[in-house]
């Protein structure tokens, strides 16, 4: 390969900076991954991989360890207000053998997993950040908030969907965030709440609420519409917690009970719903992989395969130009755009209806929908 040892810096260790780490490495690069974080951001929901990203694991020697640690949803519920099933959706009977071209795998369980694969060959540094980049001619400096600078010929933002390399390198993330009005929250609790492998959902007007229940733990999850942006601090968790109590105080149900789980559990998740949209992932020497390039929003499922996918798209588009940075950076910017727009596309058309209709007859509409469409 040309990479001859050149380095590279890498924003964020989930899977966009753990797999782009995998792959550059595997290119031949000397590869550096910083996170802002103490240690590996653990916990979320689950990842769906399937498609094209169950080659990718399998090109990644990933597989078999993905297999052997999948989760195994059985059935979805539609509950109305008396906890009665309204509708449900059998995925497996019991006893049937799950499918091998899709997962379903806990999102800690595949991050220590692509942790695991790259750790002996790169340097990782926990506990830092980029806070300013200066690019010459021949190489890019990164300036961090606690380490030495130092100089690079590539630099990859890999830091979520408020990314701080694109912040810095591309300008203000209001400029490719895109709202869709809606919020959610995600906490797990190292209980079933409901029966294993089972997963429901409750919905009144503009206002959901899930259930999904795997080994010992459920994830809770809470959604609700809002027209407008929230004014809230990102960095304030108390603050966050209360929009939750407040949306969901008197909404029927087991939402009380389940406010009561979230209110004393220290895991706990809060965003608005949205897209980043761009109209170039690369500038110069710096490229943006997964959300902090497209997040297709949480509503498409899609989030984990996506940085997994998109980090291979960018290491073929690097092999196949012999590591020259520009023409690959052109070939990741062209090729792989189509496929994030069908389905950033597809998020907006079905995944935000699906999940927080807006009206009752919004919600029995989507109630009585086909199965394969649920």
């Known amino acids: 390969m040309g990479a001859n040892g050149k380095k590279v810096l890498i924003s964020g260790a989930s899977f966009a900076g753990l797999s782009t780490a995998f792959w550059m490495n595997r290119l031949g690069y000397e590869v550096t991954v910083v996170e802002v974080a103490r240690g590996l951001r653990t916990g979320g929901t689950a990842v769906d991989i399937k ?9 990644m020697g990933l597989f078999e360890q993905i297999r052997a640690n999948r989760l195994s949803l059985q059935r979805w519920e ?21 499918s091998d071209d899709a997962f ?23 506990d830092d950040s980029i806070t300013a980049l200066s ?22 933002g890999c830091d979520g969907v408020h990314s701080a390399v694109r912040r810095l390198w591309f300008g203000d993330e209001a400029r490719y965030m895109y709202f869709l009005e809606q919020y959610f929250s995600i906490t797990i609790v190292d209980t079933l709440l409901i029966e294993r492998n089972t997963a429901q959902m409750f919905n009144v007007p503009g206002k959901a609420v899930m259930l999904n229940a795997y080994k010992n733990n459920t994830d809770i999850i809470f959604a609700f519409a809002s ?18 109590a407040d949306q969901f105080a008197g909404v029927g149900w087991r939402t009380a009970e389940l406010l009561e789980e979230v209110r004393s559990s220290k895991s706990f998740y809060f965003d ?7 109209p170039s992932w690369t500038k110069g020497r710096v490229a943006l992989v997964g959300d ?82 649920f």
């Open 104 to 126: 379903e795998i806990e999102r800690t369980v595949l991050l220590k997993m692509l942790f695991d694969a790259v750790k002996d060959s790169i340097e990782v540094v926990f």
């Open 292 to 373: 902090a390039g497209y997040c297709p929003s949480p509503a498409a499922g899609m989030g984990g395969s996506l940085a997994i996918d998109g980090a291979a798209a960018l290491a073929e588009a690097m092999r196949e130009h012999d590591c020259d940075f520009e023409l690959a950076f052109r070939a990741y910017n062209e090729r792989f755009r189509p496929f994030i727009e069908q389905v950033q596309a597809e998020a907006v058309r079905t995944g935000l209806e699906s999940l927080v209709p807006r009206t009752e007859e919004a919600i029995r509409a989507r109630n009585a929908q086909t199965d394969s469409a």
């Open 227 to 244: 027209d407008k942006e929230l004014p809230y601090d990102r960095r304030d968790e108390a603050e966050q917690r209360r929009i939750i």
């Open 78 to 98: 539609i509950k109305n207000e008396r906890d009665v099933t309204e509708r449900s959706l059998v995925l497996r009977g019991d006893g049937e053998a799950p």
């Open 135 to 156: 690019e010459t001619k021949d190489s890019i400096e990164a300036t961090f908030a606690k380490g030495a600078r130092r100089t690079f010929d590539l630099v990859f």
């Open 272 to 278: 608005k719903l949205c897209q980043i949209r761009m």
């Open 51 to 59: 498609g094209n990203t169950v080659d990718i694991v399998r090109r």
